[in-house]
């Protein structure tokens, strides 16, 4: 019996070897261009003059999350210290604040409705609030219970669904009514610690990200990965999908972001410099996907041409890591988010 | 024992992955490539953080004074 299971074990490992050869060789048959040198012949990205419009002052530690409401004004934050912020950004002011039973709230969702907020980190489960319209008592409700704290939450594309990812190494799907699990999506060999859907209005698929170095590629109709990347050499820290949909950009320790193309299966590009030392910790696209924006740990954000691979832009002003960067859903305006306490946008 | 048999199981859940993996379809880079080029060329007009804004007025954080920021 232990002979045979030995055997079996011997064969299946033979196979994964094959296998990962004949997927390496696979994807380098069609690796047939650089997209640098596709994009030399594109005329070169006249970075306009972003400028600091606003200062959100409010959080007493470090801002873990942020994510824009649908009316492209609003924001919700969350903190190390414990709290959900939901801010005017035009007036930069706080509309409502809520209290999270521990501290390091590293989840923070906007509903596409732009009704409820979520959020959720080291209590192992992900709250949201319905948002009162004129901001009297909000109401909660525990939706997703883990065994481990929650890195990221995401509402799938509705308000009556939420997608979680966590310390567990699963990203797991929730019906928002009942708080029921409606689906694992176990795959990571470590902690998750980004999950982002894929820009289509209906679609199912999402990726996640983790410290398994990797970035998973799901179909939330099935508990399986779909795809698998797995070229970072550290940490994965955030994953956002492209516009256009067909690719997906990551960010990791190792300080640099990657594009990768989720038709060609395979990396199509890589972010970095010898200057830049320090992890990445946020990645997002303008609107039309030709800037890449990223966060970093060494207080600064920047601006990538995403096709020509160059950096064409520093946002310097934050005093801490830049621990999320969020563009606004028209495109008018980015928001960063740092330890020093504070969000900033940025037009 | 049950240690052969967790092993085995994992084993055969990533030789499983990789089967479906594997099995993938794929376009050469230089297609895939094409097309994030034309979906970017397609919307950089629309791109405000790329492009600026037709006039500041737009511009929904603009400073309505001239005050000096920080």
Redesign the interface.
């Known amino acids: 019996m232990?002979g045979g299971?030995?055997e079996?074990?011997a064969a299946?490992?033979r196979?994964?070897e094959a296998?990962?050869a004949?997927?390496e060789e696979?994807?380098q048959k069609?690796?047939?261009?650089?997209?640098a040198s596709?994009?030399e012949r594109?005329e070169a990205?006249n970075?306009?003059n972003?400028?600091?419009?606003?200062?959100l002052k409010g959080h007493q530690s470090k801002v873990l999350a942020a994510d824009w409401a649908p009316d492209?004004?609003r924001l919700v934050s969350s903190s190390q210290d414990g709290k959900v912020i939901v801010w005017d950004?035009?007036t930069a002011s706080k509309e409502q604040t809520f209290s999270m039973p521990s501290t390091w709230v590293m989840a923070a969702a906007y509903a596409p409705s732009g009704n409820m907020v979520a959020a959720g980190g080291l209590d192992n489960k992900v709250t949201v609030w319905a948002l009162g319209e004129e901001g009297e008592g909000a109401r909660r409700r525990t939706v997703a219970t883990g065994t481990a704290y929650m890195s990221c939450c995401v509402f799938a594309h509705s308000e009556r669904q939420l997608l979680t990812g966590g310390g567990d190494g699963a990203c797991a799907l929730w019906d928002v009514e009942s708080g029921q699990l409606l689906q694992a999506f176990p795959?990571h060999g470590a902690d998750v610690s980004a999950l982002d859907l894929a820009p289509s209005d209906a679609g199912d698929t999402f990726a996640s990200a983790g410290a398994d170095r990797a970035v998973l590629l799901w179909d939330a109709r099935t508990p399986?990965?779909?795809?698998?990347f797995d070229a970072h050499d550290s940490d994965v820290n955030c994953v956002r999908f492209?516009?256009?949909g067909?690719?997906l950009a990551s960010g990791a320790d190792d300080a640099a972001c990657r594009l990768w193309?989720l038709?060609?299966?395979?990396e199509?590009a890589a972010y970095r410099k010898e200057a830049l030392l320090f992890g990445v910790a946020a990645v997002e696209w303008?609107?039309?996907?030709?800037?890449l924006f990223a966060g970093y740990h060494d207080h600064t954000a920047c601006?990538w041409d995403?096709?020509r691979v160059s950096r064409v832009a520093v946002l310097c002003?934050h005093e801490h890591r830049v621990s999320a960067v969020r563009?606004s859903p028209?495109?008018?305006?980015?928001a960063t988010a740092s330890w020093d306490a504070t969000l900033r946008?940025w037009? | 024992?049950d240690m052969?048999?967790s092993?085995?199981q994992q084993?055969?859940a990533?030789?499983?992955?990789?089967?479906?993996?594997?099995a993938?379809k794929?376009?050469?880079?230089?297609s895939?490539?094409?097309?994030?080029?034309k979906?970017?060329t397609?919307?950089?007009q629309?791109?405000?953080?790329?492009?600026?804004?037709s006039s500041q007025k737009v511009?929904?954080?603009?400073?309505k004074s001239s005050c000096t920021?920080?």
């Open positions: 232990a299971a030995e079996t074990l299946l490992l196979e994964a296998l990962k004949r997927l696979e994807r069609l690796n047939d261009v650089t997209l596709v994009a594109l990205v970075f306009p972003l400028k600091p419009r606003r200062v492209k004004r950004a035009f795959g399986h990965a779909v795809q698998a492209h516009p256009g067909d690719a193309d038709r060609a299966d395979r199509v303008s609107v039309s996907g030709r800037l601006a995403a096709l002003g563009r028209d495109g008018t305006a980015l946008i037009a | 024992m052969m048999v092993t085995l084993q055969r990533v030789t499983e992955q990789l089967r479906r993996e594997a993938i794929r376009i050469p880079v230089s895939a490539v094409a097309d994030i080029v979906f970017i397609d919307h950089e629309e791109d405000c953080l790329l492009v600026g804004f511009n929904p954080f603009r400073e920021v920080l």
